[in-house]
């Protein structure tokens, strides 16, 4: 038999491998269907088939300050929802935590409690390797509601310290213990201050903050030490840069003043704090005028608040106001308020 | 002359806050309806003593008496006449005086 020209023995390779790419695209788009069908098709059983995943929660919960801190939080929050989202069925790793700072834990007792309303049952956790962590958690009730029962006494100082409260409603009677400390500690006209400054802030977000009844709540940190005293409030709700925007004759004032302009967020919530020279918006609550107020009263006080895309920030040491605006939005608004004592 | 004193702590709340009765249970509107305007209504004096609460949001206070004249229970004449603040800070004798004065009745 003639052997086969070089050219012919080309051509019918060149076809071999046409063919050959032709089958194997065949072969993968019947795997991939098979695949794809395989994950539709539902369990003998009957049951829909659940997928499992299990996310690690960063060594520090914390939001304010080191913005790579607060990008490695904002992630791990933006995973679990995303997950929750499609569907999966998220297990919390709490085991590396080993700092929680009262901006971190509100902002995740937030988080926690949209995710067990909206997806019941699909969350869950292990619990944390740290102590004091643990203690933390189980105190504010998140480790309860990611269904771990209590199993440590809470006597660190750490976080004993810390008194939480949470409400619905400008109620603040459940803050008498924290009063009745801040009294002894401050004297009458200082803790009358900070409990004027308190309940605006929290009467805000009742008038202010959301849309439905239903969503609305509040959180709340306070701890008082010699020298200090630190709350620091949150609300999952509008922000104060939207709720400024849906009012129609302060939106049309607003937009005069910020629009087109850099750092607009920020801007408006330099507005709601009483930068009334300027905007002249007089409807507000006061709580937000008056924290400033008590903090540019007394020297080392600070003020910072984080709404949406704003987040300002007072010293009264450096007697000025930093404004900046963040690279991703906050849910609602995040209030730290940190004043020095008379008797430093 | 009949007088009679309100003292928010013991009466009302030691912890009042919130502008309306949909804010909170110890709100501004509430001692202004339910506690002030009958006493203001029954007596010819009424003294209101606000120590021994642990403060007042401004909305509570505006509400409570502000109010009064807003909602035109009373006239600005009649409260000058007719009641009394007494409270150890100053601060909160002189911010009633001033919600009272602010205060125009709705039309």
């Known amino acids: ?344 | 002359m009949t007088t009679h004193t309100i003292h928010i702590a013991s009466a009302f709340s030691q912890t009042p806050a919130g502008r309306f009765i949909a804010d909170g249970p110890f709100s501004g509107e509430l001692f202004r309806d339910h506690m002030l305007v009958p006493a203001l209504r029954s007596y010819d004096e009424v003294i209101v003593d606000l120590n021994g609460v642990f403060g007042f949001g401004s909305s509570f206070l505006e509400e409570a008496f502000g109010g009064l004249v807003r909602k035109s229970f009373f006239s600005k004449d009649e409260l000058q006449k007719k009641m009394r603040v007494n409270a150890s800070l100053k601060t909160y004798e002189n911010r009633v005086n001033k919600y009272i004065a602010d205060a125009k009745p709705e039309k």
């Open chain 1, 1 to 344: 038999m003639r052997k086969p020209s070089v050219e012919s023995k080309a051509r019918e390779l060149r076809l071999s491998d046409y063919v050959l790419k032709r089958h194997v695209r065949a072969l993968r788009q019947r795997r991939s269907c098979k695949r794809r069908l395989h994950l539709l098709k539902k369990p003998k059983d009957g049951k829909t088939r659940i997928k499992h995943v299990t996310i690690v929660a960063p060594n520090k919960i914390i939001f304010h300050g080191d913005e790579s801190v607060r990008n490695t939080f904002r992630q791990f929050i933006s995973d679990i929802s995303g997950k929750l989202g499609s569907e999966y069925r998220v297990k919390i790793d709490l085991s590396k935590v080993e700092l929680l700072l009262p901006c971190g834990v509100l902002l995740l007792l937030s988080q926690v409690r949209g995710w067990t309303l909206k997806f019941p049952g699909k969350l869950s956790a292990n619990y944390p390797s740290d102590e004091v962590v643990e203690q933390m958690l189980q105190s504010v009730g998140i480790l309860e509601k990611l269904g771990l029962p209590e199993r440590v006494t809470v006597s660190r100082e750490e976080v004993t310290r810390w008194y939480h409260f949470k409400g619905e409603s400008a109620d603040a009677s459940q803050m008498t213990p924290f009063m009745q400390v801040a009294k002894e500690r401050l004297g009458e006209a200082d803790q009358s201050a900070l409990y004027d400054s308190i309940v605006e802030a929290i009467t805000n977000v009742t008038h202010h903050a959301y849309d439905d009844d239903e969503q609305k709540r509040w959180w709340m940190f306070a701890s008082l030490t010699k020298t200090e005293v630190f709350v620091s409030i949150y609300d999952a709700g509008r922000s104060i840069p939207g709720t400024l925007l849906e009012k129609p004759g302060v939106r049309d004032q607003i937009k005069s003043w910020c629009w087109g302009k850099k750092k607009r967020d920020s801007r408006m919530l330099h507005a709601a704090m009483g930068g009334k020279s300027r905007t002249k918006l007089c409807y507000r609550g006061k709580g937000l005028p008056e924290m400033l107020e008590s903090t540019m009263n007394m020297i080392g006080s600070s003020l910072a608040i984080y709404s949406r895309r704003g987040l300002v920030l007072c010293d009264s040491g450096a007697d000025r106001e930093v404004r900046t605006e963040l690279t991703e939005p906050v849910d609602g608004t995040l209030l730290l308020w940190a004043l020095k004592t008379a008797k430093d």
